[in-house]
């Protein structure tokens, strides 16, 4: 059964830093481009990067360049999403997603398109 779960999220203070997991189970995430989305409390949901399959270009929505870092382990089946630097407005729920193409980009932003599997998400909630 293919699945995607992530971990990681929780509460942490302004200017903190969270490391978000996706672990794959019942197929190889190397062979796919994995993205990180979120969606805050009354808003679309919006890319925040993407990793290729292809190649293992990397990436970011302009709003996290430079204070987040997407990497991937294929050894654990898993791609990490390192955020530093967190502010307030992006609490929100986090998702990874896993497609067969590589990542599709638009003005910058990872788009959803292509992405096949999801998981359910983790929360991130930025506040003191």
């Known amino acids: 059964q293919v699945q995607l779960v992530e971990s990681g999220g929780g509460l942490v203070q302004p200017g903190g830093s969270l490391r978000l997991s996706c672990a794959a189970s019942g197929f190889g995430l190397d062979y796919y481009s994995i993205g990180w989305f979120r969606q805050a409390p009354g808003k679309e949901r919006e890319g925040v990067s993407c990793?290729?399959?292809?190649?293992?270009?990397?990436y970011y929505a302009d709003s996290v360049k430079g204070r987040f870092t997407i990497s991937r382990d294929n050894a654990k089946n898993t791609v990490y999403l390192q955020m530093n630097s967190l502010k307030p407005e992006e609490t929100a729920v986090y998702y990874c997603?896993?497609?067969?193409?590589?990542?599709?980009?638009?003005?910058?932003?990872?788009?959803?398109?292509?992405?096949?599997?999801w998981g359910k998400g983790t929360l991130v909630t930025v506040s003191s």
């Open positions: 997603a896993a497609g067969p193409v590589g990542c599709r980009i638009l003005d910058g932003t990872p788009l959803e398109y292509g992405m096949d599997y």
């Open positions: 990793i290729s399959s292809s190649d293992g270009s990397t």
